[in-house]
């Protein structure tokens, strides 16, 4: 499964980076794919993380030169979209983890959403409709819990979203 983490890139306090990089960590010793957008901040601690436990990482880069990429990430995806990428970050997933964040994390929380995939936060972002809190955005209370949590949905969202079969993709 492919989890997506997402969070604040320039102005990362330490107690976010930590989350970020305990938060990748339980996503690489797990066997999962962290994608991210593979700059700095949460998504190089997440990378920092998965690889510590042995985990791959892809990162979709605003830019369009691969060196731009964390030293963490494994794929590096060169754009050259801005943050249009953040789409791709997250539609490339099966859940999201979403870390602290700014207005780019919150862009990415509502294309999750608005696609119907699973957003769990940590201290982050959380979204009020006049109807209530969206019940979307799954509140975790530490890095296992967000981590157990996005696996559990994502599960949950490729139950309802099979993937293609190889006679489906050639047709």
Known sequence: ????????????????????????????????????????????AACKGAKSAGGSTIGILPTDNPADANRWVDIPIATGMGYARNL??????????????????????AHARGYGLPVVGLKTW????????????????????????????????AGRHPAPTATQRRS
């Open 1 to 44: 499964m492919m989890i997506a983490v997402i969070g604040t890139g320039t102005g990362c306090s330490k107690e976010a980076y930590a989350l970020g990089e305990e938060v990748g960590r339980e996503i690489g010793a797990r066997g999962h794919t962290l994608i991210c957008g593979g700059l700095n901040g949460i998504m190089e």
């Open 88 to 109: 791709i970050v997250v539609r490339s997933a099966q859940a999201v983890v979403a870390i602290d964040g700014a207005f780019g994390t919150l862009s990415e929380i």
């Open 126 to 157: 959380t979204i009020h409709r006049p109807d209530g809190l969206d019940a979307g955005v799954i509140v975790a209370h530490d890095a296992r819990d967000a981590v157990e949590k996005a696996v559990a949905a994502g599960q949950q969202q």
